[in-house]
């Protein structure tokens, strides 16, 4: 395509949201690209098993089933290719997306940017990242053979994490603000049942321990209000929840406080033609099948906006 060119449709973000939304554009026949900064996926790719995905009764990779997805929404003509958005320009013949370099132009644009994990935002977590600090049990987990690691938060992404860590490390502790998990009751069944799976309630951890790596991390007690020692590990995993990447579109479309993007039932933002999928929008579920049937929700919006 040319840089001149109007596309149908562009679409922000590789993920099953955006991979979906592309599929059922381009089986419309629009003319679609996927703009994805990293792998296709998304935070999917970074998942070791999908069990909740309808139609994998075995469960299958993050990985694998972004590439199937990938492989689809291409086969029918969609274009996947590299590029991060830094701009949304919304106009009145067509749309402007920005990427670092380039510019695509589009009567439609979908907005499937998703999430990233929210970092703890304490002393030694930045400049250990990488370090033993990481947002990636998948990526990282085998470096941690034999270790002692540390995962933080008590939701799915913790607790289901926490159980993958558990075939590389010899001991994985959950540590969790509260006493009760967030995580749906059968990831919660099973990592009760996991050896080599601990949990340390009530407390936060304020800072993470080490200079060329991580050696361990500070816990403050969110019952008693006091100090709680230091848990050594060799790793801290965070999963405390997600941020939405929206920033390349602050201004354009509605948010809400958080930045998340908010979207009415055919997934239509604030500006006619922009829409919005999966985890990046206001919503109350954010799972592979809610993302799912966003983009198709999206994708056959946006080709009625086309007329
Ligand atoms: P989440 O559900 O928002 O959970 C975040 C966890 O971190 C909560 O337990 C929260 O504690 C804790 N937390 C938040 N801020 C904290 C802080 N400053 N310090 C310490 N702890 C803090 O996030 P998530 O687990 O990443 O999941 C995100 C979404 O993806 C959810 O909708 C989830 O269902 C979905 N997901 C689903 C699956 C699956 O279905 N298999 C897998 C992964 C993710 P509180 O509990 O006290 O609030």
Redesign the pocket.
């Known amino acids: 395509m040319s840089e001149m060119e109007v596309l149908d449709c562009v679409i922000v973000g590789g993920g099953p949201g955006g991979l979906t939304a592309g599929l059922y554009a381009a089986r419309a026949r629009m003319s679609v690209v996927i703009l994805e900064r990293g792998a296709p996926g998304g935070l999917l790719a970074t998942?070791d098993h999908v069990?909740?995905y309808p139609g994998f009764p075995e469960g299958i990779t993050g990985l694998e089933l972004a590439e199937l997805m990938r492989r689809q929404a291409e086969s029918f003509g969609a274009e996947v290719t590299y590029g991060e958005a830094t701009a949304l320009e919304p106009g009145r013949e067509y749309h402007t997306v920005r990427t670092e370099g380039r510019e695509y132009r589009a009567k439609t644009v979908i907005l499937a940017t998703g999430t990233t994990?929210r970092p703890?935002g304490v002393p030694g977590e930045e400049r250990l990242r990488g370090k033993g600090v990481s947002y990636c049990a998948t990526c990282d987990g085998a470096f941690f053979r034999d270790r002692e690691v540390a995962v933080?938060?008590?939701?799915?992404?913790?607790v289901?994490e926490a159980m993958f860590l558990t075939r590389f490390a010899r001991k994985v502790t959950v540590v969790?603000?509260?006493d009760k998990l967030?995580a749906?009751p059968i990831?919660q069944e099973r990592a009760f049942e996991t050896s080599g799976l601990e949990f340390r309630w009530n407390a936060?951890v304020t800072e993470v321990l080490g200079e060329e790596k991580v050696e361990g991390v500070r816990l403050w007690d969110t019952k008693t209000g006091e100090n709680a020692g230091v848990l050594p590990v060799d790793g801290v995993f965070v999963?405390?929840?997600?941020l939405p990447n929206t920033e390349f579109a602050r201004g354009a479309v509605e948010m809400d406080a958080a930045g998340y993007l908010v979207a009415g039932p055919d997934m239509a933002t604030s500006v006619p033609g922009i829409y919005a999928v999966g985890d990046v929008r206001v919503t109350s579920?954010?799972?592979v099948a809610t993302a799912v049937g966003d983009g198709a929700m999206a994708a056959v919006a946006a080709y009625e906006h086309l007329g």
């Not at 933080?152 to 913790?158: L, P, R």
């Not at 999963?239 to 997600?242: P, R, T, V």
């Open positions: 998942t069990a909740n994990h703890l933080v938060g008590g939701g799915d992404s913790a289901q969790h603000r509260r967030r749906t990831i936060v999963y405390i929840g997600l579920l954010r799972q």
